[in-house]
Structure formats: C-alpha cells, structure tokens
C-alpha cells in the first residue's frame, strides 16, 4: 500500500462538516492538497447540532500537523491497520448516522475515531502528544455527562489539545453547567442556568486548576464567509 493510499484511507471526517456533509471522491489526493469533494447533504441538514469549541491552548504545537503525519505515515503500523480495515465502515456509519440525525451513533463513532487518532500519534515515531492533561479533563467530563442509556455529546480532538463537543442544541446549557464544574471557564461565557437541568449555585469551583482560554458555540453546516473587510 503507498502512502498516498495510507493518508487516503485514514482521513475521516468528523468536525470539518463544512457545507453540508462532505464526502471524499478522489482521497488519494489529499496527500498532494488536491482535494475534491462533493456535498451530500444540504448545509442545514442538521439544524440542532451545534460544536462547543474549547480553547485550552492557543500557542504554537511543539510539532507541527504536517509534520506529525508525514512521521505517522512513515512509522505507524497502526496507521495502516485503520486505513484498511476501521476507517471505511466508519465513514459509512458516521454518513447514515448524520443523515438519520441518530446522535447516539455519531457521538460514539466521533469519540471513538478522535480516540484512535490519538493512539496513532503515540504509535508515531518519535511519539507524538498532542493533547493536554486539560484535555483529559474534558473528556472526563463528557463521559461523565453521559452517563446514562443514549449519548448527548461528542468529543473529538484534532492534532492539538483544543476541545470540539458535537451536540444538540437543546443541551448546550447544561453541557457547559457541567464543564464548569471541572474546568475554569472564561467570566464572560454565560448561559442558562435554569435550563441546565438541576439546581446550580450561582459560583461553582472547578475541581480542577484548568483554565480554559475561550468557549465558542457554533451552529453546524455552512463553510467559512467573509462577514468584513
């Protein structure tokens, strides 16, 4: 298998959902940035879905993204088991997921493939790591707030420790009363307390010293626009 198969292959999309829901034609050419891909379901398929993006580190990685894969394409053998034999049929589940708007399904796809991605880094050599102990933090917290029969957020972390959590609109609130309970959020960041769901004091200590930089909540769907000039 070639690497330009092995980078084809092993690239899913899961939070780049930039104009609708995008899907790869021609994979092998993501290697050579000649990337053509077509729209497969309209921007505002999925009209609740929102991604909670949670900046804990906005400096410089020590190793950058391009470089960090051109090692995991040239070391991981763990790379070339995924782009055989997992990433397909993930790809396949996440796209129906989507289009049934089942969001158990997709949130255990997302999290799922985010927490392969980061077992490739660590097969990588020399290893990479790029997420934080605060990014344990987060997905501690999102686990925790599933606790229960269905999934009601998604994590999924790129080559970096910043946060992004896929969920439902209706469960905004509460997600960030919960994510306040272990991180130090940004004074400015407000929301509901009444709809989060239990009683909430009105200053909650984190149960950890994290401090996060900056929350951003963001509909789902239409590519990047140019609002001013």
């Not at 690497?3 to 994979?27: F, S």
């Given at each position: 298998?070639?690497?330009?198969?092995?980078?084809?292959?092993?690239?899913?999309?899961?939070?780049?959902?930039?104009?609708?829901?995008?899907?790869?034609?021609?994979?092998?050419?993501i290697v050579t940035?000649?990337?053509?891909?077509?729209?497969?379901?309209?921007?505002?398929?999925?009209?609740?879905?929102?991604?909670?993006?949670?900046?804990?580190?906005?400096?410089?990685?020590?190793?950058?993204?391009?470089?960090?894969?051109?090692?995991?394409?040239?070391?991981?053998?763990?790379?070339?088991?995924?782009?055989?034999?997992?990433?397909?049929?993930?790809?396949?589940?996440?796209?129906a997921a989507f289009?049934?708007?089942?969001?158990?399904?997709?949130?255990?796809?997302?999290?799922?493939?985010?927490?392969?991605?980061?077992?490739?880094?660590?097969?990588?050599?020399?290893?990479?790591?790029?997420?934080?102990?605060?990014?344990?933090?987060?997905?501690?917290?999102?686990?925790?707030?599933n606790a229960g029969?269905?999934?009601?957020?998604?994590?999924?972390?790129?080559?970096?420790?910043?946060?992004?959590?896929?969920?439902?609109?209706?469960?905004?609130?509460?997600?960030?009363?919960?994510?306040?309970?272990?991180?130090?959020?940004?004074?400015?960041?407000?929301?509901?307390?009444?709809?989060?769901?239990?009683?909430?004091?009105?200053?909650?200590?984190?149960?950890?010293?994290?401090?996060?930089?900056?929350?951003?909540?963001?509909?789902?769907?239409?590519?990047?626009?140019?609002?001013?000039?």
């Open positions: 298998m070639s690497v330009q198969d092995l980078v084809a292959h092993a690239v899913a999309y899961l939070a780049d959902w930039w104009n609708g829901a995008p899907e790869v034609i021609h994979p092998e050419l940035l000649n990337i053509n891909i077509k729209q497969v379901l309209p921007e505002k398929w999925w009209p609740e879905l929102r991604a909670v993006i949670v900046v804990i580190d906005d400096g410089e990685k020590e190793v950058g993204s391009s470089k960090g894969m051109r090692n995991t394409v040239e070391t991981s053998e763990l790379l070339k088991h995924r782009a055989k034999c997992i990433v397909p049929e993930r790809i396949k589940r996440l796209s289009e049934a708007h089942d969001f158990h399904e997709f949130a255990l796809i997302t999290m799922a493939d985010s927490n392969q991605l980061h077992a490739i880094c660590l097969d990588t050599f020399p290893p990479l790591k790029y997420m934080s102990d605060a990014s344990w933090v987060v997905i501690r917290a999102v686990n925790e707030f029969s269905r999934m009601r957020a998604a994590y999924t972390f790129d080559a970096g420790p910043n946060a992004c959590i896929f969920v439902e609109n209706n469960n905004v609130d509460e997600l960030l009363t919960h994510l306040s309970r272990y991180l130090k959020l940004p004074p400015e960041i407000h929301f509901n307390r009444e709809s989060a769901g239990d009683c909430v004091p009105a200053s909650i200590t984190p149960s950890t010293p994290f401090a996060v930089k900056n929350v951003i909540v963001s509909e789902v769907g239409g590519s990047p626009k140019i609002l001013s000039c």
